[in-house]
């Protein structure tokens, strides 16, 4: 199933307009997109920015799919997402988003080396993750985590539970490697999703 905006609709609203315990309006932070594709629910992402006066990040090659791994590869030999799958056309995507103006910030590029182009006092409130490929969906959640605000919300799509492969397998290793646990899944839609301690002693590892 592919993602869209209404799967993640009630994990942004939570992180960017629910009052905390101390009664604060909302997580602080931007937003942020890791795999945009046509930007099905980015637009759903960057509309919230907009009329909350954030910045929502687009991250995407808008060229496909990177190499695959071997972590990529089924048992029986298949691949899902072999390279240059899944391209798209980026300036059907611009005119799609160009109504939010400098709220917007497009990076183009692949994960790991196009993150480098984002400042590194950004902050989040929201990441959505929709990798789909096993090294970038690793990669970005060991990218984002840290730069969580405490109370933010990361979702992930397309988890599987008993995968071995793809991002499934990539969220796995990761919550094992940062010690965290989930903190609720959507079946239906396959999403999984965690949310950044207020306590800052718990941190992923590098």
Same mark, same amino acid.
Request: charged share 20%; no cysteine.
């Given at each position: 199933m592919r993602a869209a905006f209404a799967h993640i609709e009630p994990l942004i609203h939570d992180a960017l307009f629910a009052k905390d315990a101390q009664g604060a309006f909302g997580i602080s932070g931007d937003v942020i997109e890791l795999g945009v594709w046509r930007g099905d629910t980015f637009v759903g992402i960057a509309e919230l920015a907009y009329h909350s006066n954030r910045t929502a990040y687009a991250v995407d090659s808008w060229r496909g799919m990177a190499p695959p791994t071997d972590r990529d590869i089924a048992p029986d030999g298949t691949c899902e997402?072999?390279?240059?799958?899944?391209?798209?056309?980026?300036?059907?995507?611009?005119?799609?988003?160009?109504?939010?103006?400098?709220?917007v910030r497009v990076v183009r590029g692949f994960i790991p080396g196009v993150l480098d182009e984002i400042d590194p006092a950004a902050r989040f409130a929201f990441a959505h993750v929709d990798l789909d490929?096993? *090294? &970038?969906?690793?990669?970005?959640?060991?990218?984002? $985590?840290?730069?969580? *605000? &405490?109370?933010?919300?990361?979702?992930?799509?397309? $988890?599987?539970?008993?995968?071995?492969?793809l991002a499934a397998a990539a969220v796995v290793d990761w919550v094992d490697l940062a010690g965290i646990r989930a903190n609720g899944g959507f079946s239906r839609t396959r999403h999984i999703w965690f949310t950044k301690p207020e306590d800052n002693t718990m941190r992923a590892k590098a």
């Open positions: 997402y072999p390279e240059g799958g899944l391209a798209t056309d980026y300036a059907t995507f611009s005119k799609r988003v160009e109504r939010f103006g400098d709220t490929q096993y *090294a &970038p969906t690793l990669l970005a959640l060991r990218w984002v $985590w840290p730069r969580m *605000a &405490p109370g933010g919300i990361v979702a992930v799509h397309d $988890w599987f539970f008993g995968r071995e492969i």
